[in-house]
T-cell receptor
Framework: SQTIHQWPATLVQPVGSPLSLECTVE??????LYWYRQAAGRGLQLLFY??????ISSEVPQNLSASRPQDRQFILSSKKLLLSDSGFYLC?????????????FGSGTRLTVV | GENVEQHPSTLSVQEGDSAVIKCTYS??????FPWYKQELGKRPQLIID?????GEKKDQRIAVTLNKTAKHFSLHITETQPEDSAVYFC???????????FGKGTRLSVIA
């Protein structure tokens, strides 16, 4: 069966420090991958999505970037964190090619920038 | 692009009563409408979804209705239980083409 792993679960980082969050999917090939951010008490904001290796679409211009170095690996990065980057970061996957349109989310990373 | 509005933002019901959450979308090309439930501190989980070729779908105590003409869809939960307390998100997309766009969520509280 397919599983999605996301780490770390929690992270406290100072302003101006770099960030790297990793997401991997097991048990499937060529998934669509997504990064969403959820601010405290708010909705789910799409940050990036990828339909294949090296293919990244950005939805919100900001100091974050994403990369997909391997088929089932999706990385969210920042060179210098801002206070406004605090939030709950969720990775998700789906298999559109098989008519699987619903997303499965990872367990999330709670990032606090101090 | 797609815009999804969700109402109400908070909803309190007595245990055993029904709860209804409503969403509207802007892009008439959208054809896939899922609902997610997120318990406190946890990941959102898909509870039900509907495609635009169907007007209603049921799964035990949960049902979703879709009105394509009016561009709105609703989640209905009957015989609510305390474990239904959570934040519920609606979403819309063009299946197989665009990412899901989520509403801002509804915090449902079921009072025992």
């Amino acid at each position: 069966s397919q599983t999605i792993h996301q780490w770390p679960a929690t992270l406290v980082q100072p302003v101006g420090s770099p960030l790297s969050l990793e997401c991997t999917v097991e048990g499937t090939s060529n998934p669509n991958l997504y990064w969403y951010r959820q601010a405290a008490g708010r909705g789910l904001q799409l940050l990036f999505y990828s339909v294949g290796i090296g293919q990244i679409s950005s939805e919100v211009p900001q100091n974050l970037s994403a990369s997909r170095p391997q088929d089932r690996q999706f990385i969210l990065s920042s060179k210098k964190l801002l206070l406004s980057d605090s939030g709950f970061y969720l990775c998700a996957w789906t298999l559109l090619g098989q008519g699987h349109y619903g997303y499965t989310f990872g367990s999330g990373t709670r990032l606090t920038v101090v | 692009g797609e815009n999804v509005e969700q109402h109400p933002s908070t909803l309190s019901v007595q245990e055993g009563d029904s709860a209804v959450i409503k969403c509207t979308y802007s892009d008439s090309a959208s054809n896939y409408f899922p609902w997610y439930k997120q318990e406190l501190g946890k990941r959102p989980q898909l509870i039900i979804d509907i495609r635009s070729n169907v007007g209603e779908k049921k799964d035990q105590r949960i049902a979703v209705t879709l009105n394509k003409t009016a561009k709105h869809f609703s989640l209905h939960i009957t015989e609510t239980q305390p474990e239904d307390s959570a934040v519920y998100f609606c979403a819309a997309s063009i299946a197989g083409n665009t990412p899901l766009v989520f509403g801002k969520g509804t915090r449902l509280s079921v009072i025992a």
